[in-house]
């Protein structure tokens, strides 16, 4: 004996089911009859298009759509209507208030009992997310080719100018190894950072960190983050600065001191300009190893490299006593836009 009231109430409690699903669904499901005529609207849609059901329900599909993608309904409905479903593909849709966002969309036929198509049914998620990761993941692919070629650029200049200056291959290769070193330990601060820049006090630190000695260094100077080109430029002159000193200055001799000192002024015009000071003074200098005549690579850094490549200028001065290297450049080539402190903002360790 059959039960038709019995079959009627699972039926009725499949669709109750079926509509609690549609409704708290996080993804936009939309019903359409073969008009593009929207008859069903879940609140996720209203959350992800701005329409209310009472606004959209009753209303063209196509005021999703922009203008000039108003084809592609044309397009999905021919498909519907030939009982083919259009698999998820990304699109761009409109909201109410006008903006427009990045969805995947899915679109199936709906049929009746009698297996007719009578409409379709849409599923859109949103993948803005998604999207602006992707974007942002290209810049940063470009910024990150834009800065190896830059890399290896710096490094062939090494090469190129250590070979003009060294005769020994044993020396070439070590002294090279420093220098890609040295420009390594730039990069993983700036790595650490996202890219966002690294503090000159940490930057002094990471450089002069290998040679040791680290209580006859002093620093002092306002809280400074350097833009990456900074960043790179005067790791490079700190790393031929403490290596000279480590060889032949005040880290070779006992009683030796280095103080690193740095300011920002206002210059003509109001400019606000970058002061730096390393010097170093050779308490035991008669111990010491002599400095050697010719020219290396290191002075080519502190004289022409680092000044020239921050739009500043420098001047090096040596003697039995020491040595001084002053930078002056402008505090924009410097520092990353709005995060240079003020003068008063020191830091001295």
Same mark, same amino acid.
């Not at 359409?32 to 005529?37: D, F, R, V």
């Not at 739009?311 to 003697?319: A, H, I, N, P, Y």
């Not at 040595?323 to 360790?349: R, T």
């Given at each position: 004996?059959? %039960?038709?009231?019995?079959?009627?109430?699972?039926?009725?409690?499949? %669709? #109750?089911?079926?509509? #609690?699903?549609?409704?708290?669904?996080?993804? &936009?499901?939309?019903?359409?009859? $073969?008009?593009?005529?929207?008859?069903?609207? @879940?609140?996720?849609?209203?959350? /992800?298009?701005?329409?209310?059901?009472?606004?959209?329900?009753?209303?063209?599909?196509? /005021?999703?759509? +922009?203008?000039?993608?108003?084809?592609?309904?044309?397009?999905?409905?021919?498909?519907?209507?030939?009982?083919?479903?259009?698999?998820?593909?990304?699109?761009?849709?409109?909201?109410?208030?006008?903006?427009?966002?990045?969805?995947?969309?899915?679109?199936? +036929?709906?049929?009746? @009992?009698?297996?007719?198509?009578?409409?379709?049914?849409?599923?859109?998620?949103?993948?803005?997310?998604?999207? =602006?990761?992707?974007?942002?993941?290209? !810049?940063? /692919?470009?910024?990150?080719?834009?800065?190896?070629?830059?890399?290896?650029?710096?490094? $062939?200049?090494?090469?190129?100018?250590?070979? *003009?200056?060294?005769?020994?291959?044993?020396?070439?290769?070590? /002294?090279?190894?420093?220098r890609i070193m040295a420009l390594s330990r730039s990069h993983d601060l700036l790595v650490t950072t996202e890219w966002a820049g690294a503090s000159l006090f940490d930057l002094v630190q990471e450089h002069l960190k290998p040679f040791g000695h680290?209580?006859?260094?002093?620093?002092?100077? +306002?809280?400074?983050?350097?833009?990456?080109? #900074?960043?790179? @430029? !005067?790791?490079?002159?700190?790393?031929?600065?403490?290596?000279?000193?480590?060889?032949?200055?005040?880290? &070779?001799?006992?009683?030796?001191?280095?103080?690193?000192?740095?300011?920002?002024?206002?210059?003509? =015009? &109001?400019q606000r300009r970058f002061h730096l000071v390393w010097h170093e003074t050779s308490a035991g200098a008669a111990t010491a190893r002599k400095a050697p005549e010719r020219k290396g690579f290191g002075t080519v850094v502190l004289q022409r490299v #680092?000044?020239?490549?921050?739009?500043?200028?420098?001047?090096?001065?040596?003697?039995?006593?020491?040595?001084?290297?002053? $930078?002056?450049? +402008?505090?924009?080539?410097?520092?990353?836009?709005? $995060?240079?402190?003020?003068?008063?903002?020191?830091? *001295?360790?």
């Open positions: 004996m059959t %039960d038709p009231g019995g079959i009627f109430r699972q039926n009725a409690n499949a %669709d #109750a089911r079926l509509a #609690a699903i549609v409704d708290s669904s996080y993804d &936009a499901i939309i019903g359409k009859n $073969l008009n593009s005529i929207i008859t069903d609207w @879940n609140q996720a849609a209203e959350r /992800m298009f701005g329409y209310s059901a009472e606004e959209a329900v009753g209303q063209s599909i196509l /005021m999703l759509l +922009p203008e000039h993608m108003h084809n592609e309904e044309a397009e999905i409905i021919g498909r519907i209507r030939r009982g083919e479903g259009v698999g998820s593909h990304e699109t761009t849709r409109k909201r109410k208030d006008g903006s427009l966002i990045a969805v995947s969309i899915t679109v199936s +036929p709906i049929r009746n @009992n009698t297996g007719e198509i009578i409409g379709a049914s849409q599923i859109a998620r949103d993948i803005s997310a998604a999207k =602006e990761s992707e974007r942002r993941i290209r !810049l940063l /692919m470009r910024e990150v080719n834009h800065r190896v070629k830059n890399q290896f650029a710096v490094i $062939l200049s090494m090469v190129r100018e250590t070979s *003009k200056r060294s005769t020994d291959p044993r020396e070439f290769e070590e /002294m090279i190894r420093a680290e209580d006859r260094i002093s620093l002092s100077g +306002p809280l400074l983050t350097l833009q990456s080109n #900074a960043v790179q @430029n !005067l790791g490079m002159a700190f790393h031929e600065l403490g290596t000279n000193s480590s060889k032949y200055g005040a880290l &070779a001799s006992e009683g030796g001191h280095i103080e690193i000192t740095w300011k920002v002024k206002t210059g003509p =015009e &109001a #680092a000044p020239q490549s921050l739009s500043g200028s420098s001047s090096l001065e040596r003697s039995p006593e020491g040595v001084k290297w002053a $930078l002056e450049a +402008p505090l924009e080539a410097i520092v990353v836009p709005q $995060l240079g402190a003020e003068d008063g903002s020191d830091f *001295k360790g």
